[in-house]
């Protein structure tokens, strides 16, 4: 059997046609996708559709909700918007005792949207070292019966895990081959925790702020904080001969190098928090508007350049800016911190540019267009 000239044509027509979508797809899929932590609520803040259609138009590529209500998540049905959604402390000792409870929550936040809202990955917990009632015993079960209770219902892309802050979880920063997970939950909690991630395809989601790291060590350059390129801006690591340029590629790799101390190699890591203030109570003298947009913008620069950290070149997969709206934090000796990257009246606070990055989930289209054009040649042959 030979093709017709008209099969032919189809053929290369085709083929014209998955190149052009492919390309470019193929080509940004090494970059790592770059959104913002939205903390709604608060009746000064605009109304979730609204915002829906900024980040939109901004090009961000994915928004994380801590917290995250119904009728936030449904703003976010009619947007190419991927959500990452944070299931609260409060919840995972109810979830670790029975998986109905898991059920009942993903009926009222997943099963009304999914998959119009391109929900992503849920986090069981957020920080449960530093809660103050001992969750670590309810963790596992809880993210297990998660993961069981999306399975029930027949969803099995969204990715399952929890959110560790770099400061409670990790050793140290420097140098990043040193690093380790703190004991005693390394053994206990960590370890299992990354079986289920490597067994699951899931990601390691981590809170990372170098601006903490920083103040707590006065021989750190600001500018290595800042991502300020200067010649005298770096530090190696002479174990693994490594050069440094920066703070946040340097804890990073702390979490990589720990994550293969223990046995893991390719989990990839998700950066849920990070960011640095414009302003902040007396003793916060580097939390300035300047440096606060230096480090937003260095950030995304760097993670659009596609160079990775020095141990993995694909580098992290996903990031989120802490956080949306500039305000005033509700509680405590954050009251007077900002953070935010946009102003209740949704102007920009820094230029920011996100139009370079990459939006998640580029490859599932890929497959799509790669099965439409198998199809369509088969219908020819036949
Ligand atoms: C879990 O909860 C469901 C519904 O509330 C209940 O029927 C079931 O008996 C519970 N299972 C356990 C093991 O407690
Ligand atoms: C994880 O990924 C591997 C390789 O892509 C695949 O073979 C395996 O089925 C996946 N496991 C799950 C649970 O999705
Ligand atoms: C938005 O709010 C900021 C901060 O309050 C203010 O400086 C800016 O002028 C406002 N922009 C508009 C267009 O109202």
């Not at 957020?126 to 219902?153: G, K, M, T």
């Not at 849920?272 to 480090?295: I, R």
Request: overall charge negative.
């Amino acid at each position: 059997m030979s093709l017709s000239s008209e099969s032919l044509a189809l053929l290369f027509f085709f083929f014209f046609f998955f190149f052009s979508f492919t390309l470019p797809i193929m080509g940004s899929s090494a970059l790592p996708a770059i959104g913002v932590t939205y903390v709604h609520g608060g009746s000064h803040l605009p109304r979730p559709e609204r915002v829906a259609t900024t980040l939109q138009s901004l090009k961000i590529a994915c928004v994380r909700l801590p917290a995250p209500d119904p009728d936030v998540i449904r703003a976010f049905s009619y947007s190419n918007i991927t959500l990452l959604l944070s299931i609260p402390n409060s919840f995972i000792p109810a979830m670790a005792s029975n998986q109905s409870n898991a059920l009942r929550w993903l009926y009222r936040h997943v099963v009304p949207f999914y998959p119009r809202a391109r929900i992503s990955t849920i986090s069981v917990g957020n920080d449960i070292l530093d809660s103050s009632a001992d969750l670590s015993d309810f963790l596992l079960p809880a993210i297990r019966n998660v993961y069981q209770a999306l399975h029930e219902l027949g969803i099995h892309k969204i990715l399952v895990s929890t959110t560790f802050s770099f400061i409670n979880v990790m050793t140290t920063t420097f140098p990043p081959s040193a690093a380790e997970f703190q004991e005693p939950i390394a053994d206990s909690l960590v370890k299992p925790f990354l079986d289920f991630l490597a067994e699951t395809n899931s990601s390691i989601l981590l809170n990372l702020y170098p601006y903490n790291v920083y103040r707590s060590n006065s021989e750190i350059p600001i500018g290595y904080a800042l991502f300020q390129e200067q010649p005298f801006n770096f530090r190696d690591d002479l174990i693994t001969g490594v050069r440094y340029r920066n703070l946040f590629d340097m804890m990073v790799d702390a979490v990589i190098s720990a994550m293969a101390v223990a046995g893991y190699e390719d989990i990839p890591v998700i950066v849920t928090e990070t960011g640095w203030p414009s302003s902040g109570d007396a003793t916060e003298v580097d939390a300035s508007e300047a440096y606060a947009e230096m480090y937003n913008k260095g950030l995304v620069g760097h993670l659009q350049s596609g160079l990775g950290t020095p141990l993995r070149k694909e580098g992290v997969a996903e990031t989120y800016i802490f956080e949306l709206f500039d305000e005033d934090m509700k509680q405590g000796s954050e009251s007077k911190r900002h953070w935010g990257i946009l102003y209740p009246n949704m102007t920009k606070k820094y230029g920011i540019d996100f139009s370079g990055s990459a939006q998640v989930g580029g490859v599932d289209n890929l497959v799509v267009v790669f099965w439409l054009v198998v199809a369509i040649l088969w219908l020819q042959w036949k």
